[in-house]
Nanobody, 118 residues
Framework: QVQLVESGGGLVQAGGSLRLSCAVSGSSFNIATMRWYRQPPGKQRESVAEITSAGTTTYADSVKGRFTISRDNAKNMVYLQMNSLKPEDTAVYYC????????????WGQGTQVTVSL
């Protein structure tokens, strides 16, 4: 089985920074694309950023230039560096990966709360 555990969320003032981490367990799987999603209060979950196994990154327009996704394949970790945070970044942030062993399955973490105050 594959398990994802996010950490690093918290309360920060607007303009501040946070770094989210996601630890992926399940060494018998090949971890392909890794992603961060978020769900703001009262809204649908939305894609924030993704990084392929080759290191290609994609970002939502709302976070381009402020957020950076990275991964450490040796440690099965994915990170989200969030700078210049805005109140509208307030959400539960979820880690998501495609884990492959012949076929690929998508797994989700439990989420970590990020709150940005004025």
């Amino acid at each position: 089985q594959v398990q994802l555990v996010e950490s690093g969320g918290g309360l920060v003032q607007a303009g501040g920074s946070l770094r989210l981490s996601c630890a992926v367990s399940g060494s018998s799987f090949n971890i392909a694309t890794m992603r961060w999603y978020r769900q703001p209060p009262g809204k649908q979950r939305e894609s924030v950023a993704e990084i392929t196994s080759a290191g290609t990154t994609t970002y939502a327009d709302s976070v381009k230039g402020r957020f950076t996704i990275s991964r450490d394949n040796a440690k099965n970790m994915v990170y989200l560096q969030m700078n210049s945070l805005k109140p509208e970044d307030t959400a539960v942030y979820y880690c998501n990966v495609d884990a492959c062993r012949g076929v690929c399955f998508r797994y989700w973490g439990q989420g970590t709360q990020v709150t940005v105050s004025l």
